[in-house]
Nanobody
Framework: QVRFMESGGALVQRGGSLTLSCAAS????????IAWYRQTPGTEREPVAA???????DYRDPVKGHFTISADKLKNVVYLQMNNLKPEDTALYFC???????????????WGQGTQVTVSS
């Protein structure tokens, strides 16, 4: 079963940085395209960024230039480096595997608990 555990969320001030971790269990991450999503109360989960099984990356417009996705295949972890954080980045962040590259509405794994990022103004 494809499962993930997200961690690294915290309360930070505007302009601060955080690195989120997505730990995969039960499978090697290089077999899949892995994506980060975020969700705020009352809204749908939205994609943020993704990294393909071959290392290509994709970013949604709101985070281009200040989020970076990367993967450590030895540790079986995908990271989301978030710089220059803004209050609108406040959300619960999740990761999952994509069935097809850049097709964000089809995921392979179970959703984890997520990790909360709160950016104060």
């Amino acid at each position: 079963q494809v499962r993930f555990m997200e961690s690294g969320g915290a309360l930070v001030q505007r302009g601060g940085s955080l690195t989120l971790s997505c730990a995969a269990s039960g499978f090697p991450i290089y077999d899949y395209h892995i994506a980060w999503y975020r969700q705020t109360p009352g809204t749908e989960r939205e994609p943020v960024a993704a990294i393909s099984s071959t290392g290509d990356t994709d970013y949604r417009d709101p985070v281009k230039g200040h989020f970076t996705i990367s993967a450590d295949k030895l540790k079986n972890v995908v990271y989301l480096q978030m710089n220059n954080l803004k209050p609108e980045d406040t959300a619960l962040y999740f990761c999952n595997a994509l069935d097809f590259w850049r097709v964000y509405d089809r995921v392979v794994g179970s959703w984890g608990q997520g990790t909360q990022v709160t950016v104060s103004s």
